[in-house]
């Protein structure tokens, strides 16, 4: 009996640190040849575990996931979306596992949540597209309210991205006057529609000749050859962490926290340089085009606030860009 | 709402445009080369409309590849023209063109010869003939068309989808989706009355189609089928039929092939920049568009195979109803293809959102889009199936009776067999059509039932269009695979089966 009960205990305390394996259904707002390298990279590591990934904009993922919810099963293991925020109020409604034993050495303590439930992966930062056609090369926020850009200024809609919400946030926030200044973008013609792919082929096609966008798409499309550029503009910029949380439904929790160290990790951090974007982890090195980080000027916000007037922030802006 | 009415009637007017001098020409002239234009005019309709849309977008844009070859592409910084309004249109006035060209083709083909022969005896020029005759009789064919193509116009999501959402440009049923999808199911009380004013506009369409049709029981004589001979012009007419399918049809075509080899938007294509990456990326790499290939395949597959298996017992059962009884039947059976994607997919998420006994809730699996699909598609496959089954002479059925034959056997032995090649032909339509459908699935894929239609929108919106270019091309290639080997079968069906022949 006593070998038996040992037996038993000893195959619990094997089981528990036994390899990841199963299916493991990502949810993100990763571009799609990214989810699926990330996937790739993962299960090259662990084989048994097969990555199913379904990708749209941050707020189309959560509707997604809350009609899930609604209908008693939620499909998501993991989530890895655009911002904080987003996170915070899932948190808040008890949907997000703790993992606190974490792999997080050499990720900047500030971006990790104090309980444990979200982690940082990367810092995309938000600021000036222009097309190398263009005939005025923006330095500074306020130049997209110049007559040069009238008309020819793309920008994602927070209804769409989760990245272009946090930018509102921080741009109202920091700028003098923030909201006056999106009233005189709105006076300027500029166009707030669709996430910040579309803002990338409008610029890129040439449709538009400006956009306010995240720094690795055009960074990363400039590389393989499209007439683009990408500006830090001098006030500063915006910039979200794009967490990773497991969810508390999650069926497979041990390959979900195997996936979130495996981001953290040197290899996933290494991965998401490879990938163009700012690692979390200030020693992975940067992507090629990039100035140097401590030169990169972020601008804070209010993450709370922002939470709590998330609702009204989009109804602002949506009255304000003719939405 | 006041842009879907806008965009749906003059869709509708080009339509007619395009479409009315085809089916006349194709119908009713001795026009060199008009088979093959007719077949060619079909194609947009067995196109998924989001694929049309998108090929037209790279076409027209300031870094169209095609034009920047040519050297004639809009500046930098001017927005693309087939973006929001105009662009809406005049796609749906292309996409619609077939629905109005078979409308009115089976119109013409049933005007009788001898009325226009009388006519020219007198003296009348084949202009004055073709006024005074012609159209008269043609008014209702006409109208019909127009309201079809308007209904059609409502009911588009995946035009207004890729040209009208980049520029705030809403029509209903992409309001509804972007409410749906910002927004989640909370919305879905407010999306629902949406959908139920779609659903009036659409039944406000057909109606106006019926009642158009109505005045059809003009009785005249069925004489030799009418041709009006160009003469001289015969050769210019073909010719100009030829230059406008190449510009609405094979550039376009051309337009989304050069994109889906550019390794990045607004890289010109040259010798050099040329890639395959793009279709290596989507049709061996990415996982969520080779599932989306699987999927839609099954899915697709599925509901042919099902809905070709129940229209023949459905055929035969209607064919024994009185008529009043049947025309209700086939109007329940219409009315989820008439009735706006969008509409239907919204009925589905409330149907089945909340758990039912025995099989749960259905909602984010893949049954839910298979339901959707063999509602939507079932008269499609009723057509073809129903009209063999009329025409096969009650001879059969009677002398096998006489023999003692019970009647299933009779079906068994009698009426499948003879009705199994339109049977084949219906499951084949439903497979090209459920193969690229887009607006049910947009509201009702989930995580491992993507369809192919979803997977592309998302590439679009991800900002990888020249992989979602690639998509369509793959898609493209399917889709006219399916269409030669349904023309291939045309021998063997009554005529009348596919609209072309």
């Not at chain 1, 003098?176 to 300027?188: I, P, R, T, V």
């Not at chain 2, 009418?226 to 230059?243: C, F």
Request: glycine fraction near 8%; aromatic fraction near 8%.
């Amino acid at each position: 009996m006593r070998t038996l009960l040992a037996a038993l205990v000893l195959a619990a305390a094997s089981s528990s640190a036994l390899a990841a394996e199963g299916t493991l259904v990502l949810y993100t707002s990763q571009p799609n040849t990214d989810a699926q390298q990330t996937a790739d990279a993962f299960m090259a590591k662990y084989p048994d575990v097969t990555v199913e990934w379904v990708r749209d904009g941050t707020p189309r993922i959560m509707a997604k996931l809350s009609a899930e919810i609604e209908a008693g099963q939620p499909q998501a293991d993991v989530l890895l979306i655009a911002d904080i925020v987003t996170m915070e109020g899932l948190k808040a409604d008890g949907r997000l596992l703790a993992f606190p034993e974490a792999e997080i050495e050499g990720i900047d303590e500030a971006l990790v949540d104090a309980d444990r439930t979200y982690f940082p992966t990367k810092l995309i930062t938000t600021g000036i597209v222009y097309n190398t056609n263009a005939p005025m090369v923006p330095t500074s926020w306020l130049d997209l309210t110049k007559p040069e850009a009238a008309n020819m200024i793309a920008m994602p809609s927070p209804l769409t991205s989760g990245a272009a919400m946090i930018h509102t946030v921080t741009l109202t926030g920091n700028l003098d006057n923030g909201w006056d200044f999106y009233s005189a973008l709105a006076e300027n013609g500029a166009q707030a529609s669709g996430g910040n792919g579309d803002v990338l082929q409008a610029v890129s096609g040439g449709d538009k000749l400006y956009g306010m966008i995240v720094d690795f798409m055009p960074i990363r499309e400039k590389a393989k050859g499209a007439p683009v550029e990408f500006v830090f503009p001098t006030e500063g910029v915006s910039a979200v962490t794009e967490p990773v949380a497991i969810l508390s439904t999650t069926q497979n929790p041990e390959a979900a926290k195997a996936f979130v160290n495996f981001l953290l990790s040197e290899e996933g951090q290494s991965l998401a340089v490879q990938q163009g974007y700012i690692p979390a982890r200030a020693d992975a090195g940067l992507p090629e085009g990039y100035p140097d980080r401590s030169t990169i000027n972020v601008l804070p916000y209010d993450a709370a606030a922002a939470l709590a007037d998330d609702a009204a922030n989009k109804e602002r802006f949506s009255e304000l860009m003719g939405q | 709402m006041w842009n879907t009415l806008d965009t749906a009637f003059f869709g509708a007017v080009i339509a007619l445009l395009i479409g009315g001098p085809f089916a006349f020409a194709v119908a009713m002239t001795d026009m060199p080369t008009r088979r093959s234009l007719g077949f060619l005019l079909l194609l947009p309709l067995i196109i998924a409309p989001q694929v049309t849309a998108l090929s037209w977008l790279h076409m027209t844009g300031p870094s169209s590849t095609l034009l920047n070859m040519l050297g004639i592409a809009p500046a930098p910084g001017t927005p693309n023209p087939i973006l929001g309004r105009q662009g809406i249109i005049l796609l749906f006035g292309v996409q619609h063109a077939p629905i109005v060209f078979i409308t009115l083709r089976a119109g013409l083909v049933g005007l009788p010869g001898d009325l226009i022969e009388a006519a020219r005896a007198s003296g009348a020029t084949p202009l004055r003939a073709f006024y005074t005759i012609v159209l008269p009789l043609m008014r209702p064919w006409i109208a019909a068309a127009g309201a079809l193509a308007f209904v059609s116009g409502i009911g588009n999501f995946g035009i207004p989808a890729l040209l009208g959402l980049p520029v705030n440009y809403l029509t209903l049923p992409t309001l509804i989706y972007r409410q749906m999808s910002s927004f989640g199911p909370g919305v879905l009380p407010q999306m629902a009355s949406l959908s139920v004013l779609i659903g009036v506009l659409a039944l406000l369409g057909i109606l106006a189609q019926s009642f158009a049709m109505r005045g059809r029981t003009t009785r005249y004589g069925q004489g030799r089928a009418a041709r009006i001979s160009l003469g001289q012009w015969r050769y210019p007419a073909a010719g100009l039929a030829w230059l406008l399918l190449t510009v609405v049809l094979l550039m376009p075509a051309l337009a989304l092939l050069t994109t889906s080899l550019v390794p990045a938007f607004g890289v010109p294509l040259t010798l050099q920049t040329m890639t395959l990456a793009n279709f290596e990326e989507v049709l061996l790499r990415q996982a969520s568009t080779i599932r989306a290939f699987q999927n839609s395949a099954m899915l697709a597959g599925a509901a042919a195979l099902i809905l070709a298996a129940v229209a023949l017992p459905i055929a035969i059962v209607l064919e024994r109803f009185s008529t009043p009884s049947r025309r209700i039947l086939q109007g329940i059976a219409e009315l989820p293809y008439a009735l706006p994607g969008i509409v239907l997919a919204i009925a589905c998420i409330l149907l089945f959102l909340r758990p039912l006994p025995l099989i749960g809730s259905l909602y984010a699996t893949a049954w839910i889009i298979l339901i959707a699909y063999l509602m939507r598609f079932l008269t499609l496959a009723m057509k073809p199936v129903a009209n063999a089954v009329t025409r096969i002479p009650l001879e059969f059925d009677e002398a096998a009776a006489t023999c003692g034959a019970s009647p299933l056997r009779r079906v068994v032995t009698i009426t499948a067999p003879l009705a199994a090649p339109a049977a084949a032909a219906a499951a084949l339509l439903v497979f090209m059509s459920a193969f690229n459908e887009l607006t049910v699935s947009a509201l009702l894929w989930s995580s491992r039932n993507e369809t192919l239609g979803v997977v592309l929108f998302s590439l679009q919106e991800a900002g990888l269009g020249p992989q979602a270019a690639a998509i369509a091309v793959a898609t493209v290639v399917v889709v006219v695979a399916l269409l030669a080997v349904l023309d291939r079968l045309a021998t063997r069906l009554p005529q009348g089966v596919l609209p072309w022949r």
